[in-house]
Structures are given as C-alpha cells and as structure tokens.
C-alpha cells in the first residue's frame, strides 16, 4: 500500500464544524494506527495551527508550498495527537501568493508519504475552495441541521460532482436535543449520513486546550460520535471502549460482517464488511451482523 487516500472536508458555509471534525477524524484516525497529515487549506483564515497549538511549526507553510517557495514535506509539522499538520499561513500577504493548482502536487507528494491525508478547507464556492474537491478520493461534506446550511450543502454537493470529485456523505454537526440526523430535509440531499455529532461543550474546552477533543475528553459525547465517524470512513468498526490511554489492547474491531445495507444506507459496495451504524452505537447488541 504506497499509495494513501486524501479525504477532503467540505461545507456550503463557515463555522459548521469542518475543522473540528478534520481535526478529530485526523487524530481517530491515528488512533487506529495509520499515518496521517491534516493540510489547513483554508487559504483566507487559516486557523488549524491555533485549534491544535502546534507549537513548533515546520520551517515553512502551506502558502509557501503553494507559492513554489518550499517542498511539500518541509511544510511538515507534529500536532498534539500523534498525526502530522501541514499549517497555512496567516498574513494577509500569504494569501495572496498561494496558487491553488500547486495543491495536486502537495496531494501527490503527502499521499505518497501517509496512509491518510484530510484536507480541511474553507467554507463558500470560490475557486480556490473547489480545486481539493476536484482531487481528493472523497470529500466529506459537513453541515449543521439548519436550512440555510442544508441549502449551501447541496450546493456543494453539486460542486464536487462538476469538479469531478466523489462525494463520500454527510456530517451532520452540532446537533443537540432529540434531533436525528436523517430526517426530511437531510434526507433530501440524498448522500449518505456518515454521522451525526453531538452540540458538545468540551469542543470549546479543547480548543482552549489545543488538543484534539477525542484525546482531550475522549469520553464525551461528540468525541464518541467523532470516533464512530472515523472510523467509518476507514471503514472499519471502533473498538469496543477505548479508555483514556492509548486505545491498544482497548478492544479490537468487532468482527461485524457487513450490514451497512440493514440500515438502509444503500450501503457502500466498496468496502465489503462493516457492521451497521446501529450494530456499533449499541455495541453490536442491535443490528446484527447478518451479511447474507
Ligand atoms: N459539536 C460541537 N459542539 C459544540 N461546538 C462546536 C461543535 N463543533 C464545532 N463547534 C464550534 O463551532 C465553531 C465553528 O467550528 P469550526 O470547526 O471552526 O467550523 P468551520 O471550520 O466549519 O468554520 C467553533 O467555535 C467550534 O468550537
Ligand atoms: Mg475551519
């Protein structure tokens, strides 16, 4: 396996959720033992480097990279987390050097290099916002459940099919109460529900932190939702508790035979076996395993 898949995480609007959920999916995901480099392309407000107080940030920035002024893996950093950053950076003048179609050559070289590679991005339909949708293997669509948000998602939804790209599915974020996450309006967009993340106080606490919510308060409602998500888009199934610690010997995946479809979810035919959401919210107690 030299060759790593590039998620891109995507919304119609700003402040839904997509870095809080780059960044958390970006630390599940090293939880379960791959190598992963979350890129902050949010060429305006480039803002990853606070969320997770990289302290020692790589010599160079993604706007350097993108200017052709430094190498793709010299724009490199450590993030709180155990996965690799790539910051943008925040001058105004940064902006402004950044070209955008040097970013299939940043992609190439990182995937390359790591498992996974998220690429976290700015909200609205510009065109330097649409170039990762174009490149990444599947773009992970992230919204809030209100109608201004839904609208600007199947905008967007509808953007990465011109560009070319594969729409993964949906986040839902920020939901609180009895909220569901499939109901009328999201279900309207037609993707598939990837997840649905709790309002969770302890996001803010996290960024207070500088530290991924789902090793910061790994037991707190949206960092559970946050690992379920990650998990899914590996494709596999979370472990069964995952104590504070390091999540080794925490329990294996589930040996969960596909059953995406029981859900309704018009399961995807890539990845064959991975148990229901329902079978793994309840701990396998629900939603059996019944692949054939
Ligand atoms: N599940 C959540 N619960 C509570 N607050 C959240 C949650 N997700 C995101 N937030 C807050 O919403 C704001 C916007 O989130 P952010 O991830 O930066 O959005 P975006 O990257 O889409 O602009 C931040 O202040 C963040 O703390
Ligand atoms: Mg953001």
Same mark, same amino acid.
């Given at each position: 396996?030299?060759? $790593?898949?590039?998620?891109?995480?995507?919304?119609?609007? $700003?402040?839904? $959720?997509?870095?809080?959920?780059?960044?958390?999916? %970006?630390?599940?995901?090293?939880?379960?033992?791959?190598s992963?480099?979350?890129?902050d392309?949010?060429?305006?407000?480039?803002?990853?480097?606070?969320?997770l107080?990289?302290?020692?940030? %790589?010599? /160079?920035?993604?706007?350097?990279?993108? %200017?052709?002024?430094?190498?793709?893996l010299?724009?490199?950093?450590? /993030?709180?987390?155990?996965f690799?950053?790539?910051?943008?950076g925040?001058?105004?003048e940064?902006?402004?050097?950044a070209?955008?179609?040097?970013?299939?050559?940043?992609?190439?070289?990182?995937?390359?290099?790591?498992?996974?590679?998220i690429?976290?991005t700015?909200?609205?339909?510009?065109?330097?916002?649409?170039v990762?949708?174009?490149?990444?293997?599947?773009?992970?669509?992230?919204?809030?459940?209100?109608?201004a948000?839904?609208?600007?998602? %199947?905008?967007?939804?509808?953007?990465?099919?011109?560009?070319?790209?594969?729409v993964?599915?949906l986040?839902?974020?920020?939901?609180?109460?009895?909220?569901v996450?499939?109901?009328?309006?999201?279900?309207?967009?037609?993707?598939?529900?990837?997840?649905?993340?709790?309002?969770?106080?302890?996001?803010?606490?996290?960024?207070?932190?500088g530290?991924?919510?789902v090793?910061?308060?790994?037991?707190?409602?949206?960092?559970?939702?946050?690992?379920?998500?990650?998990?899914?888009?590996?494709?596999e199934?979370?472990?069964?508790?995952?104590?504070?610690?390091?999540?080794?010997? /925490?329990?294996?995946?589930?040996?969960?035979?596909?059953? /995406?479809?029981?859900?309704?979810?018009?399961?995807d035919?890539?990845?064959?076996?991975?148990?229901?959401?329902?079978?793994?919210?309840?701990?396998?107690?629900?939603?059996?395993?019944?692949?054939?």
């Amino acid at each position: 396996m030299s060759s $790593g898949r590039v998620f891109a995480v995507a919304s119609g609007k $700003g402040g839904v $959720g997509k870095t809080t959920t780059a960044v958390n999916v %970006a630390s599940v995901v090293a939880e379960a033992d791959r190598s992963v480099v979350l890129v902050d392309y949010d060429l305006g407000m480039a803002n990853v480097g606070q969320v997770l107080d990289v302290e020692d940030p %790589a010599g /160079a920035t993604l706007h350097d990279v993108l %200017a052709g002024d430094a190498k793709p893996l010299d724009a490199v950093s450590a /993030a709180p987390g155990d996965f690799d950053v790539v910051v943008g950076g925040t001058d105004i003048e940064d902006f402004g050097r950044a070209d955008p179609s040097k970013l299939r050559g940043m992609a190439d070289a990182l995937r390359s290099e790591y498992d996974v590679t998220i690429v976290d991005t700015g909200g609205g339909l510009s065109h330097d916002t649409t170039v990762p949708l174009g490149l990444a293997d599947e773009t992970v669509l992230v919204s809030t459940r209100q109608a201004a948000a839904l609208e600007n998602t %199947a905008k967007t939804r509808d953007l990465v099919e011109r560009v070319g790209g594969t729409v993964r599915g949906l986040v839902v974020t920020r939901v609180s109460g009895s909220d569901v996450a499939d109901d009328d309006e999201v279900a309207a967009l037609d993707v598939d529900v990837l997840g649905s993340i709790p309002e969770d106080g302890r996001v803010a606490d996290s960024e207070r932190a500088g530290e991924p919510l789902v090793s910061f308060a790994p037991e707190s409602p949206a960092a559970v939702a946050y690992r379920e998500l990650g998990y899914e888009l590996l494709g596999e199934s979370p472990p069964l508790s995952f104590k504070d610690g390091d999540g080794e010997g /925490a329990g294996d995946a589930q040996p969960g035979a596909a059953m /995406a479809e029981m859900m309704g979810e018009g399961g995807d035919a890539e990845e064959s076996s991975e148990p229901s959401l329902l079978s793994r919210v309840t701990g396998g107690l629900l939603g059996s395993n019944g692949k054939d």
